[in-house]
């Protein structure tokens, strides 16, 4: 018979030991202290119009809450993410590294910022908010962690601001990709955008797009949805758009150095969207004659997919014909930390994957596209 | 199986939990509504600490438009991914015949009664005249 106790911090979970297992997170949401944190970024001007009016953006009443309140109490975090010393969620790097990065043996970890300037409606305070956000990332996270990679925020509605901000931070190498979120103002094939894509091809970075809780239009083609399940369902719809738009307007024949990773949207609708998209060129080719190879080439050759949430299939085979098809090289590993739907590294996948999938979507994909191993 | 002392009766208020180790496993006792459960601290679809989550009632309906709530504080939501758990079974809601997290029996004693046993010396201070929780493994 044995003694109860308490458990302590001092209690060390076996589940929490690393197995060997080196990983890359592609995933994590860093979030500020204070609301005002970020603001100190800003110069002086902007701080005081900040203050005054706000940050206004598409479908979100104010900055501090989604359109979609989730999985409350807890404001859509784990429940145990909450920092014990206070503050949101990821505010914290010591209590990050004790859970995330030290607790799943994390070796890089991608930042993915959600709130900035991407999606501000007064496009000048976005540029501004953009690099607040790309300072921040800096000062707070990259600088002190060398494990932990930033997103260079940009404007993407104004690609020329977008560009600059490219070109101001693409030669850190504490930068590893463009952040936009899914949900632009227009099909991100468009020409308006092509800017942004040359100078992402220039800078060797790929643009990593992850479904925003908000966006420039509603969060399904016929409407707001009712629910937040419905929401969560929705977030696997705006990348469907994004690899028909830019497939379809040329994109990858103009820029054939254009990398894509299409973040938390889903990956099991990859196969069957390629099949349609395969069979309708072949009857209206003549349409897009800019498109000269079957689009499924384009899609493989250009985008990455993050796994978070795994998808679970019924059954497991289900799951590993879905990746044979994608490619074990195209998936990259996320946990989507401090989220809810967080992914823990040794349990996400209920199929047991070969020795050799399991090293490229944990490591070495993201290794690779993010350039990782460069100084 | 051995039965261990987890707490004195009164120390776990109604709705709340003590989580202990037993041995090698984390265990969570539950007080709802004067009766008291124990899970494994472990939540079988991703391995998050299961009963650190919170009680829920049951939430239902009938169809459109409605919605009844009942077993009030008897359904333990993941702090994770939010998976629900029926305290008394360990079954999840949404898969009872595949998913469920272990359960371990729960009584409570007189102080009396456990001085003549074999529990006291290596568990817990007993005192006569108090009542004790003990989770069987």
Redesign the interface.
Known sequence: ???????GPE?E?S?SKSKGLRVVDCDIHPSASSPTELAQFLPEGWRKHLGTYGARMPNQPTSNVVPYPR?A??HGM???SWPPNGGFPASDLEFMREQLLDACDIEFGILQPLSGGSLTTNQELGAALSDAMNEWQLEKWTRKDKRLKAAICVPQEDPASAVATIERYAKDRDFVHIAVPTRTMEPFGRKRYWPIFEAAERSDLPICMHAPATGYHCNTPTGWVSYYIEEHVAFAHPPQTIITSMIMEGVFERFPGLKVVLVEGGFAWVPPLAWRLDSLWKRMRDEVPRVKRPPSEYLREHFWFTTQPVEESERPSDLLDTIRWIGADRLMFSTDYPH?????P???FKVELSEDDRKAIFRENAVALFRLDEK | M?R???AKVGEIPPGQR??????ER?IGVFHSNGQYFALLD?CP?????LC???LFSLVDSSGPGEYRTSRESEMLRC????WEFDIRTGQSWCDPSKMRVKTYPVSVEPGAELVKG??VA???PVAVEDEYVLVEI
């Open positions: 018979m044995s003694i109860p106790s308490m458990v209690l979970d589940r999985m109490p807890g784990r429940m145990d809810w739907d967080f992914d823990d040794k349990r996400a | 051995s261990h002392v987890v003590k989580i202990l180790v037993i041995g984390r472990r679809h991703q391995g998050a600490s650190s989550g919170m702090p994770w991914h939010g074999p529990y290596e568990t817990y």
